[in-house]
């Protein structure tokens, strides 16, 4: 059972445009998401994170909304460069129990130069 | 320059052998983890721990072994009862200072491949 689903295994955009990664959740108590950027043969890079609290997370170039109502997150990241082509992990923990995280399979993002 | 270390980069194992990952932090972190990733999935939980001397298992823990001696270490061995050992393995740290809302900080992953 996928607890983290990121349904679209691969996007391509144009330098300068908006990229726009999708990531659900089912386990209604998980209560912090991340995302992380990653490399081929590297460890995941840490992006930006949003509590349960928020809705809207952001930092520079990347923006994370939370919609708790439909257990669904976005990352956004305008404007994109082709040095942001990598694969992105959607990423959430839990209150309470273990604070291990739980991964969505990933999004391979190709920004187009 | 703090940060986590793993080695080796690489990693062969024959048929029936153990073999051992390393995983190192200098970010004084008390809680290190073990992860698991597949080609094409996402990252699975092997094992994990909280504090010195005390950790437990993840989703996937079945033939791993883990010890947590040290604060700074949290090595990972693959045993021979471990099927389907072929994957490139993740160790990741965070401060665990009670505050629910924690950044796991990754090392940069052993490829463990089976001759």
Known sequence: DQQVKQNSPSLSVQEGRISILN???TNSMFDYFLWYKKYPAEGPTFLISISS????NEDGRF???????AKHLSLHIVPSQPGDSAVYFCAASRRGGRRALTFGSGTRLQVQP | DGGIT????YLFRKEGQN????CEQNLNHDAMYWYRQDPGQGLRLIYYSQIVN???KGDIAEGYSVSREKKESFPLTVTSAQKNPTAFYLCASSMNSGVKEETQYFGPGTRLLVL
Do not use: A, M
């Open chain 1, 23 to 25: 990531c659900d959740y």
């Open chain 2, 19 to 22: 073999v051992t990952l390393s």
């Open chain 1, 53 to 56: 609290i928020k809705d809207k």
């Open chain 2, 6 to 9: 793993q080695s080796p980069k």
């Open chain 1, 63 to 69: 923006t994370v909304f939370l919609n708790k109502s």
């Open chain 2, 54 to 56: 005390d950790f437990q």
